[in-house]
């Protein structure tokens, strides 16, 4: 097994990164233009630009119709927005296990759990 710390190992490692095969720029761009009918450069911004147009007119809109007060921004309306609680309490008694702290015939405290009945109140909202 070669040693990755020698320094052969490190010199080829080296020529094969620099004799990495990279296509030519000229060859790139006739390629995409050919296969795409564009190229790489123009493609970003051919998508970019009518996001951005889009983007800035739904925030021109949001802006004029929170001034105008209307829309998500607005400041005014006198009515505040309260969901309805249509909510009951019921008093709910179950049997459950209970645990009990007991004292042990060596004096030490163990928890003992036994059936017992148990009250909680159960708020129902419908």
């Not at 051919?46 to 802006?63: E, K, T």
């Not at 309306?77 to 019921?90: I, L, N, P, S």
């Amino acid at each position: 097994m070669t040693d990755p710390e020698d320094p052969d190992v490190e010199l080829v490692e080296r020529l094969l990164v620099a004799a990495r095969p990279v296509p030519d720029e000229a060859f790139v761009s006739h390629t995409e233009r050919r296969l795409l009918g564009r190229s790489r450069a123009s493609s970003s911004w051919h998508m970019v630009r009518p996001a951005l147009a889009i983007s800035g007119a739904f925030a021109v809109v949001v802006v004029i119709a929170s001034l105008a007060g209307a829309g998500p921004l607005s400041t005014g309306g006198t009515e505040d927005v309260r969901a309805r609680q249509d909510c009951t309490v019921t008093t709910v008694t179950r049997t459950q296990p209970v645990g009990t702290i007991v004292q042990g015939s060596d004096g030490e405290p163990t928890i003992v759990r036994r059936d017992g009945e148990v009250t909680r109140d159960d708020r129902r909202c419908r």
